[in-house]
């Protein structure tokens, strides 16, 4: 069994029918991913599609799940275990040093808990961002997003990575009322161009956190763009 160091999850749902939605800006994400290394989503499952190799020596793959946006959990549940690799979004635990050990189990000390396991950096649209805005953080709530719900139920917490891209306009929020019907409506032929460029920015975050850490990759790829601006 060949241990994963990196993994990327795009959310989205499948079909023709969502393909170019805003939910689907994850997808899209690792679709270019894949182009980049030049790799097929060659394993289909009912729950998920995916796909691995090398980069830069860095084992990584790729993760589509087909079980729609808010099941996507249970897409990562079922290639864990039918590829024998451990997911977590616990924090992980502190490993004692070997003075440590006649503590274990005492008052003093109480036994850690050794999480172990990858934690997925997971690729999702944010309706609470600016259409252009792009935030990678480590942990954190849903925040409404109905995929990280289901991927934090899961992998039985929050202690995983997300690249949160923006779908909203950027002069005015979205009415909760319309909210489902947003994000499953296609861009406007006037953000093809910047939702293009935000796929493009997000798979370079992605690369450089392949063989960098989180933080030195939130500091450098980063940013929301201010109303009115005119950044592409």
């Known amino acids: 069994m060949v241990e994963i160091s990196k993994m990327v999850v795009g959310l989205g749902n499948p079909g023709n029918r969502y393909q170019k939605t805003r939910h689907n800006i ?16 060659s394993v289909e499952k009912d729950e998920y599609l995916a796909t691995g190799a090398d980069f830069e020596s860095t084992p990584v793959v790729l993760l ?10 249970e897409a ?21 040093s070997p003075d440590d050990e006649e503590l274990l189990g005492t008052d003093e000390l109480n036994p850690p808990e050794f999480i172990t396991g990858i934690r997925p950096l997971v690729v999702c649209d944010d309706l609470a961002l600016p259409l252009g805005a792009v935030r990678l953080r480590g942990k954190g709530r849903s925040g409404g997003q109905n995929g990280i719900q289901s991927i934090i139920e899961h992998l039985g917490g929050e202690e995983f990575p997300r690249l949160r891209l923006g779908i909203a306009p950027p002069d ?9 019907d947003f994000v499953l409506a296609e861009f406007e032929p006037e953000e093809q161009e910047l939702m293009q460029e935000v796929v493009n920015h997000a798979a370079d975050t992605v690369e450089f956190w392949f063989k960098n850490s989180l933080e030195q990759t939130a500091s450098r790829f980063n940013r929301r763009p201010r ?3 005119e950044e592409k």
Do not use: C, I
Request: no cysteine.
């Open 172 to 180: 005015q929020p979205v009415d909760p009322e319309f909210w489902p």
């Open 64 to 73: 589509k799940p087909l079980t729609y946006m808010n099941l996507s959990g």
């Open 76 to 96: 990562l549940q079922a290639w864990a275990d039918r590829s024998s690799q451990e997911l977590t979004g616990q924090k992980p635990g502190v490993v004692p």
């Open 227 to 229: 109303p009115g601006s």
């Open 26 to 41: 994850g997808f899209l994400v690792v679709e270019e991913l894949a182009r980049r290394l030049e790799l097929p989503f």
